[in-house]
């Protein structure tokens, strides 16, 4: 008959995984080798720099849409304020939205709604407010340090958006 009986467990060479014998002698493998393996050490640092220079970049683009905005630029390095600042004082939407960002499956549909208004606040289109939230890292820099301009009007006082061919 099965059960659960008393068995060992082993530390794998090499690879940093746990193996677990029973008592019936068969053998499973408990956990997997993880970022300790020879396959995945170069991932962990390759990710770590990619997160630094992404935050960098958002948090100094911030600065800029945050300044045009007639906000101060210390804002956007407080982690959690610069949130309400970018929903509240910038895309002027109401402090619900903060709370709509940290419920897991209606964060995502949030952001580009938070992102697509601050793009309409500086004249962009929907479009460039949902590149907003996918490439953050370079459109932010380019909206907070680019020629585009703030506007705080409420609702539809907020210029259209006029395409112009070239």
Known sequence: MG???????????GGGGIMGQATDGSSMALLSPGWG??????????LLGWALLTI???????????????????AAL???Y?????????????????????????NLIA?????VEVARRFGRTEAFGIGMAVFGCVLYPLLGFGPA??????GSQVPPVRLQRR
């Open 56 to 74: 960098v970049a958002v948090v100094a683009g911030w600065c800029g849409v945050f300044q045009k905005a007639g906000q101060p630029r210390w």
């Open 37 to 46: 393996s020879p396959d995945t050490q170069w991932l962990l640092p390759y």
């Open 149 to 154: 301009e703030y506007h705080a009007g409420e």
């Open 111 to 115: 952001a580009l709604v938070v992102n």
């Open 82 to 106: 610069n949130v309400y600042v970018l929903v509240v004082r910038v895309a002027r939407l109401s402090p619900w939205w903060c709370g709509l960002l940290l419920l897991p499956p209606v």
């Open 3 to 13: 059960g659960i009986g008393v068995g060992t467990l082993t530390r794998t060479g």
């Open 78 to 80: 407080i982690p959690g």
